[in-house]
């Protein structure tokens, strides 16, 4: 239940002013269909976010746990200074719409979360935790928590969010996870 509720709280606060909310944020202006959208965030966000639990899962089995403490315990650290700067969202991210409402969604968020801090953050939390599902299902959730009101409420809610309050919020909580990592948390998972 930890790595569920640690991915979801850490990924929603993390995706608040990002690349993809944004990308969230012009859907909905310009399809004005909430549905298929929420759909295509939902599908394109499992199926990014199952590949990067899987390779967090498979990092463990590679690398010696020691090594891996080590590895995580900079990556988070690294995930709370990258969340400190803002996106940049570019408009050729949206341009997708000859594949419909659904398929331009599913496909911009799908390459906007490549490499993005969220999959890398699924990344480091699954082979922190150990635990693939609640991990996937976590940083799905948080994307969702964080998406879902951007394409419902759009422009009404974007100016009022303290984007920089809550970048600060989701870097405090990376960089806790970095230093307790770093300083033998987790022992008894095996690393």
Not at 145 to 163: F, H, K, Q, T, Y
């Amino acid at each position: 239940m930890e790595a569920f509720l640690i991915s979801t709280g850490v990924v929603a606060l993390a995706e608040i002013g990002d690349k993809t909310q944004l990308l969230a944020f012009i859907l909905a202006a310009k399809f004005r269909k909430p549905a298929p959208i929420n759909l295509g965030i939902l599908l394109a966000t499992l199926v990014n976010h199952a590949f990067a639990g899987a390779i967090g899962t498979w990092l463990t089995s590679q690398v010696a746990p020691e090594t891996m403490r080590w590895i995580l315990g900079v990556s988070f650290i690294g995930m709370a200074l990258w969340t400190l700067i803002p996106d940049k969202f570019e408009e050729d991210d949206a341009r997708l719409t000859r594949f419909g409402v659904l398929g331009t969604t599913l496909i911009a968020f799908f390459l906007a979360e490549m490499g993005d801090k969220t999959q890398i953050a699924t990344v480091a939390l699954s082979a922190r935790f150990h635990a693939y599902y609640a991990v996937v299902a976590g940083t799905t959730c948080g994307m969702m928590i964080a998406n879902v009101p951007a394409v419902l409420l759009g422009d009404r809610i974007a100016e009022r969010i303290p984007v920089r309050v809550v970048h600060g919020i989701a870097a405090a909580i990376f960089g806790v996870l970095g230093v307790a990592t770093l300083c033998g948390a987790g022992q008894g998972l095996g690393f």
